[in-house]
């Protein structure tokens, strides 16, 4: 029944869309030669006539269409028709084809303030991260480190965490020697930790590296000590874990230099330890017993592994008055339009694994899920942000999508003159063909995701 529900919603979101562009056409007394609620895929349930426009109810409802006579093929009208879609003003042309986009914004801002004046609260997105368990088989350091359960953890190398995967990053990143968390992006694999060896060719030179001149080495050749070598600190850490004043000292000599020139007072496993303690710990800030406590570095283990279990209480928002209905929905939808803007830029910039892209199939499963497990209030929030995603998506530049054709407006206003309707045909072709390989490629994610049980 749940996922039924999602469907249904699902369905609600694209007839919004595509009746903002009915009502809009509407709106500058176009004619419209069709409205399709779904795709003409399968068999149409419905067909009828609604004034002057064919209403269409298809099988498969994810989805719609407004069709106008420069659509039809069987439509015969002059080539100066004003009924002609093509011969309408372009900021009247320029509206209908955004409308679409704006109707899936004003929706998703009436669907969580809906829910935000009947509901009463809304989740903020962030959490508490406070510690659960200690886990000193995964990592042996944990306990130098001062951490105990029950502690809230506050902010981690100078960062606040809000959620869970702040925790998680840093561990992965200590492996990756920048120093720096990104939550919203966790990389999932890293080379594995070389092991330091002191053992150094005369003139072996890895790039990249801090360069150290050993005196005792008796010429005056120089080697360079990756990074990526003296992470793997196992044997030097279990001796010591914090810097003695003289490493300190020279962690701030090294930091930020590609080349080191020792003044032969310095060992090999005091760079080491220097170069380690510059980019691999991890500092963390917690609250116990209302009192805010800086506790010692803690290293994660080679597999970047931190050994806390961590419980997560997500910070909820209470809506009681209309002023706090009207804030926090705002907020609500202004942090998830930044995921979701942030979520795009990570797939076309690569960062994001094709095989993790998913469509319409997992959707409906996530979100008939958090209907049965949470209440139909989480699953409208859902439905929300699909249809800002929806907005968002359909507005990017590809020809087929509202964004193609709001592109081909404007070069057609730069030009004075719109595009031939050959390249247009040609470009729009390709952009729908790219979107139906699109479609079954994340078809394909979602079975396999499904089938695996990978969600």
Known sequence: MSIIIMILLLS??????????FLAAKFFKMKVAKFGFGLPIGPTLWEGQVGDVKVLVHAFLLGGYVAFPDDEKDEELPADSPDRFMNRPIYQRLVVVSAGVFA?????????????????????????VSVKKLDTEKNEYISSSGLKPGDKIIEINGSKITSPYGLVAYAKLSRKFDG???ETYIAQNYEKLKQLNTAFKQDEIIPEGVMVKLPQVGTES????????????????????????????????????????SDGNVSLNDIAYAISDNVHPINITVERDGKIIKLNPLYSNKDGLIGIEYNTDEIIIPTKDFKGIVKGSSKYLYDNTYLLLYGLKQ???????????????????????????????PGILLAALISLDLAIVNFLPIPALDGGHVLFLLIEKLRGKPLDEETIEKIGTAGFMFLIALMIFVIFNDIYALITHKI
């Not at 609600?12 to 562009?21: K, N, R, W, Y």
């Not at 030097?236 to 090294?254: C, F, G, M, T, V």
């Not at 094709?354 to 899920?369: E, P």
């Open 180 to 182: 720096k968390a990104d």
């Open 104 to 128: 899936n914004v004003v929706l998703a801002f009436v669907l969580v303030f809906l829910t935000a004046a009947l509901w009463g609260q809304l989740p903020s997105g962030k959490y508490d």
């Open 12 to 21: 609600v979101l694209i007839l919004v869309h595509e009746a903002g562009h």
């Open 347 to 377: 797939i076309f910039t690569g960062k994001v694994p094709l095989n993790d892209l998913h469509g319409v199939i997992l959707i409906t499963k996530i979100g008939g899920d958090k209907i049965k497990d949470e209440g139909i209030f």
């Open 222 to 261: 120089a080697i360079s000590l990756s990074k990526d070598q003296i992470m793997g600190l196992e044997k030097i850490k279990d001796k010591q874990i914090n810097l003695s004043d003289a490493q300190q000292k020279l962690r701030n000599e090294i930091e930020g230099k590609k080349y080191f020139i």
